[in-house]
């Protein structure tokens, strides 16, 4: 039976790693490589039930952080994430791991001990470094943002990351290709659900996307 992952990592050298390391773990493997978000999304647009699993960069241009987990878990529920990055401190680790994300694999694991991982995470696992804790380890404001975050759609989140990033309405309407007014409804609805009173407030709650900061 053919295993589908897909490998959103802009740097083609890691690419390449990772196919090799999970090619010899599994053989009867295919791998999508995705150079962005909209790439991924792209791919389980047109093949949810295919994927088994998507590797996903923290660190990717345009879409810093826990966003790009969060819209992929939106849209996809039923399909797993796990992050795949240079960061590998405890307090990022415990936080993918509230947010939804299936494991945390550091990138200075070996190729043999990175496709166990992956291979533990196909099987069910929630796979994270040894010795971090999970969920209990975290603060109650991690997880209460985690739920607050968890409300927002993929399209709410994606204007969210735009505010994060000092876009104007107008801006994220162009960008998005909607209507002006159409972006002050999803703000206000964003805004409601972080339990937030301004885009500045909602800015700094969401600095967590990015995995810094502490928000309460």
Known sequence: MTTRIVIGDDHPLV?????????TALPDLDIVACHSLDEVLAVLSARPD?????????????IQGFTGLFMMLAQFPTVPVAIISAKQDATTIRRA?????SGYIPKSLSLPAMADAVTRILAGEI???????????LQSSDLELASRLASLSAQQLRI?????????????????NIAEQTVKGHVSVILRKLGVGSRTQAAVLAERLSGGGDAS
């Open 50 to 62: 295919e994927i088994d699993l998507v590797l996903w960069d923290l660190n990717m241009p345009g």
């Open 160 to 176: 969210l990351s735009m505010i994060v990033a000092g876009r104007l309405n107008k801006q994220i309407a162009n960008d998005l």
């Open 97 to 101: 791991i509230a947010y939804g994300a």
């Open 127 to 137: 796979w994270m470094p040894p010795n971090i804790g999970g969920r209990g380890s």
């Open 15 to 23: 690419q390449a790693a990772l196919r090799t390391g999970l090619s």
